[in-house]
């Protein structure tokens, strides 16, 4: 089948997870499109397979005959949703190549998501497209920067961070997010690469109303590596996250510091008990989740420039935000508006209108603003 032919069958890997069920969902209101919900257990994905009239897929990513399973369902697109990425191989991308399927994930992770371009031969080979990163890092922020690129002659930084809800995500998500905490990771920082360390760093950003004033901390994330490459006059490249509720979030740093001390080998290995904990304390936050993307360099009137490009969520919202890469990347592809084909990282596939388009109808709303540069 081609992209664009009626019925593109798109498969959701992990579809009934917290992602998976927000993109299985969206794409089930799109005329032209067949959702198949896939994973291990076949009760909670027949569940979710009746009530937005798609169908249940039972299989596993790591099963050996997973390529010859996406020829017999006749997969067109796989959309993994099963994270966390950090130190998962390419598998489930590879068996989609194989079965000449398109295939996106939501990877956050720098490693994972650079690193796919190892695929590029395969893929172009197949005629497919195979893209790591369909999520809020690196496929929005990268659209928001090519949005506002062009009112620049010279973009020297980019500072961007996300600050979540206090809706605590999947445990896959929580124990991803952990991996790095306390740990070294690299930055470009006047035109060099430094070390820092994640959950490290702290620093605040002032949304404005409802959100307000935000504590974020270090991150790795894929667009630190990404980045300096794609916008080569770039001297800085700064990511940082945080936590809807303080206590969590200084909580965090405080762990990130017995990691350095060498007194805690990986927070991630309490993720269980921290997840559990993060659940009861989630009726203490006030729904609103926030990310923005700072420029400066220089205007195209030779003055310096600073624009902040802002989102919120509302109402927890948040996770959709996220989740609407993959969506958007289906759409394109089931219209027959998605030419690229290869491996390669989510940057570039959309602009910010197409991602922003999937977010209509929530409670979100964005904007840019100047400021001293």
């Not at 002659?153 to 995500?169: C, N, Q, T, V, Y």
Request: with cysteine; aromatic share 6%; net charge neutral.
């Amino acid at each position: 089948m081609t992209a664009t032919s009626p019925g593109l069958r798109v498969l959701v890997l992990g579809g009934y997870g917290n992602f998976g069920t927000l993109i299985a969902r969206r794409l089930s209101s799109i005329a032209g499109i067949r959702v198949l919900v896939g994973g291990r257990d076949q009760k909670r994905a027949s569940a979710l397979a009746e009530e937005i009239g798609g169908e249940a897929v039972c299989l596993d990513m790591n099963q050996p005959t997973l390529a010859s399973r996406l020829r017999e369902l006749r997969v067109d697109l796989l959309i993994s949703t099963a994270g966390p990425f950090q130190g998962q191989d390419y598998r489930v991308a590879r068996a989609a190549i194989q079965a000449g399927a398109h295939y996106a994930d939501l990877a956050d992770a720098r490693e994972f998501v650079c690193g796919i371009t190892e695929l590029d031969r395969a893929a172009r080979s197949a005629g497919v497209l195979v893209c790591a990163g369909a999520s809020s890092v690196p496929a929005l922020s990268a659209a928001v920067i090519d949005e506002l690129l062009p009112r620049f002659a010279r973009l020297d930084s980019i500072e961007h961070g996300i600050s979540s809800s206090a809706k605590i995500p999947g445990l896959a998500t929580l124990e991803a997010v952990l991996g790095y905490c306390g740990k070294p990771m690299d930055q470009y920082r006047d035109g060099r690469w430094q070390s820092v360390h994640g959950w490290q760093g702290l620093s605040r950003h002032r949304f404005p109303a409802p959100l307000g004033t935000r504590w974020l901390a270090h991150c790795d994330v894929p667009d630190l590596a990404l980045f300096p490459a794609r916008y080569p006059s770039v001297r800085q490249v700064s990511f940082s996250a945080g936590l809807g509720l303080r206590i969590t979030h200084f909580g965090t740093w405080a762990l990130a510091w017995l990691v350095r001390m060498g007194l805690l080998r990986n927070v991630a290995s309490l993720s269980e008990g921290l997840h559990r904990l993060a659940r009861v304390m989630e009726p203490l936050g006030d729904g609103h989740s926030g990310m923005y993307v700072t420029l400066r360099g220089e205007g195209t009137d030779g003055r310096p420039l600073a624009l902040c490009w802002e989102l919120q969520a509302s109402d927890d919202q948040g996770p959709n935000i996220p989740s609407m890469a993959a969506v958007a990347l289906a759409r394109k592809l089931a219209g027959g508006n998605l030419a690229a084909r290869g491996a390669q990282a989510c940057v570039g596939l959309l602009s910010l209108d197409e991602y922003l388009a999937e977010l209509e109808g929530l409670p979100i709303r964005h904007g840019v603003r100047e400021l001293d540069a």
